[in-house]
């Protein structure tokens, strides 16, 4: 008889293939010039296969590692947003959006791997890091008319819903299943990074 904590996490991960290729099917960024108000900017982060997988990323990485990386994060928001708003860009942006998402899971996995979690320093510096090349990207999506700053709460508000409610569920759950997440987030991450690589070559 399959024992009954063996049949739930097989169940998770297979759900979480079973979303993740469903995701997949969806356009990969949602970038571009946005449109403002309240509800578009609250949209804008998880319409977007890459930065969905990567709040839900660093609420796992949170659970796991230490609740201090959602702090490490916000802060990569604000600093990247600002950065973007401001014209930031770099060459390459959408590939390294896509690998920030492996990134932040392969920090879960080394430090399981490890049996340890990373240095706060070392763990909060990569995940800012990884929200802050994101970030930049909105920065650069961001209205800059009136409705701004209710775009730009409504973003906030959706990516601390985000990485909040996947940090919760996954503080309540078994540590295996954060591994099976973070595995599947990593080769998703690398998945995305192919897909503006492909649309260049095409």
């Known amino acids: 008889m399959i024992h009954f904590s063996r049949l739930r996490s097989w169940t998770l991960l297979g759900g979480a293939a ?6 997949v099917g969806q356009p990969a960024q949602a970038h571009g010039l946005a ?3 309240l509800s578009y900017g609250f949209l804008h982060p998880i319409t977007g296969v890459d930065h969905l997988l990567l709040l839900i990323g660093v609420g796992a990485a949170a659970s796991y590692v230490s609740a201090q990386l959602l702090l490490w994060g916000l802060a990569g928001a604000v600093l990247g947003g600002l950065a973007g708003a ?7 942006a959408e590939v390294l959006a896509a690998l920030a ?3 932040v899971a392969l920090l879960i996995l080394n430090a ?12 909060g510096g990569l995940v800012a890091a990884a929200v802050a090349l994101h970030g930049a990207l909105h920065g650069g999506e961001a209205p800059v008319d009136a409705s ?10 959706a ?3 985000v990485s909040g409610g996947s940090f919760l569920l996954m503080r309540r759950l078994p540590l295996a299943w954060t591994t099976r997440l973070a595995l599947l987030l990593a080769v998703l991450g690398g998945a995305l990074a192919l897909v503006p690589l492909a649309a260049q070559a095409g």
């Open 86 to 92: 401001m014209g930031f860009t770099m060459p390459f």
């Open 101 to 103: 998402i492996s990134a």
């Open 18 to 23: 079973a979303l993740g290729f469903v995701l």
């Open 159 to 161: 990516s601390v819903l």
């Open 112 to 123: 399981h791997r490890e049996s340890r979690s990373p240095g706060l320093a070392f763990g």
């Open 148 to 157: 701004a700053f209710g775009w730009w709460a409504g973003a906030l508000a």
């Open 35 to 37: 449109h403002g108000g």
